[in-house]
């Protein structure tokens, strides 16, 4: 697996990403809260377990106290997108929306496939026995994306059904500015490396690699995403980044995907 650097004045402030979005990062994933157009706010994930206080101080530092969002969504249901969801739905008494394919391991049905360590590029991948495998429990409070791809509270923004990293992945897009929030298709650093995670030098990565058992669809969500041709990218893990060349890079990124973002070993390949 390799990557591809990416110039420094490229980077965007996680607090100020783009009008109506900002972001947090967690550890080494990030959250975010989108504005909605009657004043109120939509969150993208919730993070790691035991994060939820954080997230509730970091909304009202933005958004006034005693705020709740209007809905919560989910681009997937591993346990560092997913760890507060559960306190956050409940106390917030905010609906969650996720795609029906990550229904089984948002209502605790199922448990997703083991990670695969010997993906190799560093600590984090090597970790990944430990990382837990179930997520949420969230019953009949998770309800289903709408099927015609809007985005509940969120007109002008559209979801892209990008698997690969987990069945029922999602990527979030608005049209008007080309804002890309990819989720976990794709990173801009390397998930796999603890010392990459923390250094944050952006760079164009495939999705964590110790958690992708389809290839495959994980390459042609790539595709997809990169014939959007976006101008900003927010993602699950690293940075955000702007301006012209981020389409390029994409593209480029893209088409290299076997090469860049495929380890040599994993379970997971044929």
């Known amino acids: 697996m390799e990557a591809i650097p990416l110039p420094e004045y490229e ?3 996680l607090e100020n990403i783009a009008p109506g979005l900002r972001g947090m990062r967690i550890l080494f994933v990030n959250v975010y809260a989108i504005d909605t157009p009657r004043g109120g706010w ?3 994930d919730t993070g790691l377990p035991m994060s939820a206080g954080k997230i509730k101080l970091w909304a009202e530092d933005q958004f006034g106290r005693g705020t709740r969002p209007e809905a919560i969504i989910l681009t997937h249901g591993h346990f560092d997108h997913v760890g507060a969801v559960e306190t956050l739905a409940a106390d917030w008494n905010a609906p969650v929306y996720a795609s029906v394919e990550e229904f089984p391991y948002l209502t605790g049905k199922e448990k997703y496939p083991p990670p695969a360590p010997e993906v190799g590029g560093g600590l984090m991948a090597v970790m990944s026995p430990l990382y837990p ?3 949420a429990d969230l019953g009949g409070r998770v309800q289903a994306l709408p099927s015609d791809f809007s985005l509940p509270t969120l007109p002008g923004w559209r979801y892209l059904s990008t698997p690969g990293h987990a069945p029922g992945h999602i990527s979030l897009f608005r049209e008007e500015d080309r804002l890309l929030l990819p989720g976990d298709a794709f990173c ?3 998930q796999e490396s603890f010392l990459a995670v923390a250094r944050q030098k952006p760079e ?3 999705p964590p ?3 992708t058992p389809d290839w495959d669809a994980a390459r042609r969500s790539v595709e997809q995403l990169a014939a959007l041709r ?5 993602p699950g893990h690293g940075l955000p980044i702007s301006g012209d060349e981020v389409a390029g890079q994409l593209a480029e990124f893209a088409a290299h ?3 860049l973002a495929v380890p040599e070993q994993s379970r997971y390949m044929r």
């Open 209 to 211: 690699a110790y958690y």
């Open 257 to 259: 995907f076997e090469r």
């Open 230 to 234: 976006p101008r900003t990218i927010a």
């Open 188 to 190: 801009t650093t390397k």
């Open 42 to 44: 939509t969150l993208v």
């Open 133 to 135: 495998r179930t997520s």
């Open 204 to 206: 164009l990565s495939g």
């Open 11 to 13: 980077v965007v402030n």
